[in-house]
């Protein structure tokens, strides 16, 4: 919708150096600056929407419907939201350009209007999203989390997916496969789900409605790929190894997944401050005995409650908050732009960050037992799941007063030295905890395993890593662990140039990072790496003078265009550029007089996802990104050629 009116303005805008784009880079800079302090909280932090699919809607629905709770002016604005998002076709997306639409976004959409009154099956819409659910192969083709759902309510049959017996909680370390070889992420959401599927809990009271006729297939299917059915039988292999030892293995393995589950409920009563697995949980304790009004599940609703942000138009139900993630990146940025870290919008800022530390060690310590906590999470209830891309934002943000405070300088090194700690042995970095990588994990037979089951090395992390060591804890090239972080990116550049970004959309993502983290490490602009990644940056500019990634690169794992230009993909690639370049080149140019215009349309508010979570499964809109990335490009673009 954009192209055509950049290209007019680009051609009125001066070439290199022109004062008309660097005043209104100025202007920007400014403006931005100005709508980011009116935002900030009492506490110091900033709260802006992770708007994420349409799932935790749906969910949320459907939980108030299971358990219950009358939140009838909730159900109803949830509902209404639903249908908002319904396409003509009938069908749901989970994202804009997700032409063919999405099966179990259908299915979950459908299923808790249906059960929340919002619609009836005779409406047009409703028979148009039957239709379409039907033509896709029906509730034998969802994804296994959703099926979990429906199973749990009496809508799926439970011998028909998961053949994962809880018992794998009680495997040994050293056995080729054990429970805390997996991911976090899937831990904390595979506990509950073992205690549902061993127990095949169905739900009885305030029964839904009768999903019967979607299920396609009469008689249980159960073909597994080849790698999946190789997992299932080691498993069961391994257990029978160690069958003779306990008297009672699914007593002991319940026990375990409880235990597990209970020793990481968040201050807020969530799971992990996951609302997924905070959902699953809630299931999992009613089917050991629970009642509706522990304190366990009142406490775990309530913090789903609070997961609600309200802007224009519908409530939204987020998987978690990411006040912490936003803190730190809008701080740090503000500083980039020239904000001091004495001004009272910083210090506010890095008061809740300080606060925010997390001191208790957790899972991620049984990899690196002799590291001392200093990490910091995503949310502002995770206190025991850090990550190493929160925490190396956070240290960026606080640094300029951690030199100058030595109580405050203490922590500082805690965390950088953290962020060390959980460095993978191959000499990238993962996000969660170092060294989950075991291939067979990704043979799980649940889709999405490759991508849940691990927490892999990846280049928006490595890069991001090295570009925080080098340039703001004054590490360099020659140390160790810096040269293997660059040897892991330079082994993992695709073909053409880019890299892989596992937590943005995508490619555009992973390259920005790679290249301003091998940058702030020395890598000469001459190197071939960097000559490749730029070249291939380039190449995909669209004629706007933007750039634009479609979800869809996730899912197929090549570069496939948007076709229209963002703020935030445009900015990453623009700092990647400038990050590279020693002077402004054409591009670079045309791409900033692209993302001034950009930045000033709210177009692009809410209309594409800007971060990735699982691909083909979930995908994020931050609401602050548009606002971040574009003031940290505009500033970089600043401070290196404009103030030199």
Not at 42 to 52: A, K, M, T
Not at 61 to 89: A, C, D, H, N, P
Not at 316 to 330: E, F, G, Y
Not at 450 to 456: G, N, S, T
Request: proline share 4%; hydrophobic share 40%; aromatic share 12%.
């Amino acid at each position: 919708m954009w192209e055509k009116p950049l290209n007019i303005l680009i051609d009125i805008l001066p070439e290199k150096g022109g004062v008309m784009m660097e005043v209104n880079i100025e202007e920007q800079i400014t403006r931005i600056r100005d709508r980011l302090t009116a935002g900030q909280q009492s506490d110091g932090s900033w709260h802006y929407c992770f708007e994420n699919s349409l799932m935790t809607d749906a969910y949320m629905i459907v939980l108030m419907k299971s358990l219950g709770i009358k939140k009838k002016k909730l159900t109803e604005e949830l509902g209404t939201r639903l249908l908002s998002k319904q396409t003509t076709e009938g069908h749901w997306k989970i994202f804009n350009d997700e032409e063919e639409g999405n099966l179990s976004a259908t299915v979950e959409a459908y299923f808790a209007l249906l059960w929340s009154g919002t619609a009836k099956k005779a409406d047009k819409n409703m028979v148009k999203a039957r239709s379409y659910i039907l033509s896709r192969g029906g509730l034998d083709k969802v994804h296994s989390m959703t099926k979990f759902m429906l199973a749990v309510h009496g809508q799926y049959p439970w011998d028909r997916f998961f053949p994962v017996p809880a018992e794998i909680i009680l495997l040994p370390s050293y056995f080729p496969v054990s429970f805390m070889d997996f991911s976090a992420y899937a831990r904390v959401h595979m506990a509950p789900l073992l205690l549902l599927k061993s127990e095949e809990y169905i739900r009885k009271s305030f029964l839904p409605p009768d999903f019967s006729d979607l299920l396609t297939e009469k008689e249980a299917d159960l073909f597994f790929r080849k790698n999946e059915r190789i997992f299932v039988d080691s498993l069961t292999k391994g257990l029978e190894a160690i069958a003779a030892v306990p008297a009672n293995l699914r007593k002991l393995s319940k026990k375990a997944a409880m235990d597990y589950m209970l020793s990481r409920i968040e201050i807020d009563g969530s799971l992990y401050s996951y609302f997924s697995s905070t959902f699953y949980m809630i299931f999992a304790l009613l089917s050991q005995g629970y009642s509706r009004e522990h304190p366990l599940i009142v406490e775990a609703v309530k913090a789903l409650m609070s997961y609600q942000c309200k802007g224009k138009g519908f409530p939204h139900i987020q998987n978690s908050t990411s006040t912490v993630w936003d803190t730190a990146l809008i701080t740090h940025a503000l500083q980039t732009s020239g904000m001091d870290y004495g001004t009272k919008p910083i210090v506010m800022a890095n008061e809740y960050l300080f606060k925010q530390q997390h001191y208790k060690k957790g899972d991620w310590a049984l990899e690196a037992p002799g590291t001392i906590p200093g990490g910091w999470g995503f949310s502002h209830s995770n206190t025991i799941n850090p990550d190493v891309d929160d925490t190396t934002a956070a240290l960026r943000a606080v640094k300029s007063e951690a030199f100058q405070d030595s109580k405050k300088y203490a922590a500082w090194e805690k965390g950088v030295k953290w962020a060390l700690a959980m460095q993978n042995e191959d000499g990238g970095w993962p996000a969660f905890e170092k060294n989950k990588n075991k291939e067979i994990l990704s043979w799980v037979p649940m889709d999405g395993a490759e991508d849940a089951a691990l927490d892999k090395s990846c280049a928006d992390l490595t890069g991001r890593t090295l570009e925080f060591l080098c340039k703001d804890a004054g590490m360099i090239w020659k140390s160790k662990q810096v040269k293997m972080g660059i040897d892991w990116l330079m082994r993992h550049q695709e073909k053409n140039g880019s890299w892989y970004g596992k937590w943005g959309i995508c490619y555009i993502y992973g390259t920005w990072a790679a290249l301003t983290g091998l940058s702030a490490a020395g890598v000469r602009n001459g190197e071939d790496a960097i000559v490749r990644a730029k070249k291939w940056l380039c190449q995909i500019q669209n004629s706007d003078g933007g750039w634009g990634e479609s979800c869809r690169s996730d899912k197929e794992k090549r570069y496939i265009s948007l076709g229209s230009s963002t703020p935030s993909q445009t900015a990453w690639a623009l700092d990647a550029l400038i990050a590279a370049s020693d002077f402004p080149t054409k591009e670079i140019r045309r791409g900033m007089e692209a993302l001034l215009i950009l930045i000033q349309s709210d177009d692009w508010r809410t209309k594409y996802p800007t971060g990735s979570g699982l691909p083909g499964r979930f995908y994020i809109h931050y609401h602050s990104y548009n606002y971040i990335w574009p003031l940290l490009t505009l500033s970089n673009y600043k401070n290196k050629f404009i103030e030199k």
